[in-house]
């Protein structure tokens, strides 16, 4: 009974230790794909609802992206460059893609859901920027 847990417990270990991806990043990511970021701008009276944009808008919009999306993140700003400082952003958003005039077709074709869902979680006007992954390196 021994001999069983000596084997079973280091092979346990190894096979958590080797399911546990926390802190890396997809290995979709690659050079050549594309990045849209989408900025939510700090400010007076500027409002946010991080569990709607996190429960139903990205989803919502990711679905709409469909099988060009490789994955998308969502990061809720803490501070600006040190912690004392306001943060520039509320929020931003990723959606990773590998065809820009296929992610294009599909916002298009629904804009108008898109727009009228801002009013659920925010009152900002969103800053969308779009570029080119050119290299991406990962640390041990």
């Known amino acids: 009974m021994k001999s069983k847990f000596a084997f079973i417990l280091p092979l346990f270990l190894l096979v958590t230790l080797l399911s546990c991806k926390t802190g890396q990043l997809p290995s979709t990511l690659s050079k050549g794909m594309y990045k849209v970021t989408i900025l939510y701008p700090n400010g007076e009276g500027k409002t946010f609802d991080m569990d709607y944009y996190e429960q139903k808008h990205m989803p919502m919009v990711a679905n709409f992206i469909g099988d060009n999306l490789k994955f998308y993140e969502i990061d809720k700003v803490i501070s600006g460059r040190t912690p004392n400082d306001q943060p520039p952003h509320l929020a931003v958003g990723y959606f990773?893609?590998?065809?820009?005039?296929?992610?294009?077709?599909?916002?298009?074709?629904?804009?108008?859901?898109?727009?009228?869902?801002?009013?659920?979680?925010?009152?900002?006007?969103?800053?969308?920027?779009?570029?080119?992954?050119?290299?991406?390196?990962?640390?041990k």
């Open 96 to 139: 990773y893609v590998s065809n820009i005039p296929e992610y294009n077709q599909a916002i298009g074709a629904n804009i108008d859901a898109i727009v009228s869902d801002f009013k659920n979680y925010t009152n900002i006007q969103p800053v969308v920027q779009i570029s080119e992954i050119r290299q991406v390196v990962y640390q």
